[in-house]
């Protein structure tokens, strides 16, 4: 369960993110966790909305792209 802190300080990120990008889509953003997510590199959240560097997506989604790619083997690759 998500606690309404944690919810209101998503949705305030997720504001920010949106005006941000709103006023110049080549601009960069900001992670919740500080760092600046360039256009090429921002990975936004389906159900939350929420824009992630690399790292922080890769805890969000629940996986690291080397875990991912290791149980998404392409066949013939191993
Ligand atoms: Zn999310
Ligand atoms: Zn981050």
Redesign the pocket.
Known sequence: MVSAEEWQSKLNTVYQQTKDIKRNPNKNT??????Y?TPLNSYRCLYCSEI??????E?HFGKSVDEWRRDNPVQGDE
């Open positions: 900001r992670c919740s966790c500080g760092h997510i992630y560097c690399k790292e922080c997506a805890i």
